[in-house]
């Protein structure tokens, strides 16, 4: 199973930006994408890529503001998320599938340990 390491969370005032980074053991899946869950809510789907591919996809609530890219040589996915707001804030974990065209999350079998993104007002 491939072992997914995030980082680069933090504390950003509102309007900020912040980047996250997820690295992969090894590339054993065709997706990789980001999800985040802010207490007493579900974990939500943000963005995905296809990585041989790199067609993108993304929730509508951050659309315009976060950008997912990937390195391929690394086995590195990022999210650049710009204009970051308050209702951001969430643990964001990156995960992988093999499974082509979903945002499911039950679609997705490797996650890492997630990474804190916190905007204040």
């Known amino acids: 199973q491939v072992q997914l390491v995030e980082s680069g969370g933090g504390l950003v005032q509102a309007g900020g930006s912040l980047r996250v980074s997820c690295a992969a053991s090894?590339?054993?899946?065709?997706?990789m994408g980001w999800f985040r869950q802010a207490p007493g809510k579900e974990r939500e789907f943000v963005a995905r890529?296809?990585?041989?591919?790199?067609?993108?996809n993304y929730a509508d609530s951050v659309k315009g503001r976060f950008t997912i890219s990937r390195d391929s040589a690394k086995n590195t996915v990022y999210l650049q998320m710009n204009s970051l707001k308050p209702e951001d804030t969430a643990v964001y974990y990156c995960?992988?599938?093999?499974?082509?065209?979903?945002?499911?999350?039950?679609?997705?079998?490797?996650w890492g340990q997630g990474t804190q993104v916190t905007v204040s007002s």
């Open positions: 995960a992988v599938s093999t499974k082509y065209g979903s945002s499911w999350r039950g679609d997705f079998n490797s």
């Open positions: 090894a590339p054993t899946f065709n997706v």
């Open positions: 890529i296809t990585w041989i591919s790199g067609v993108t």
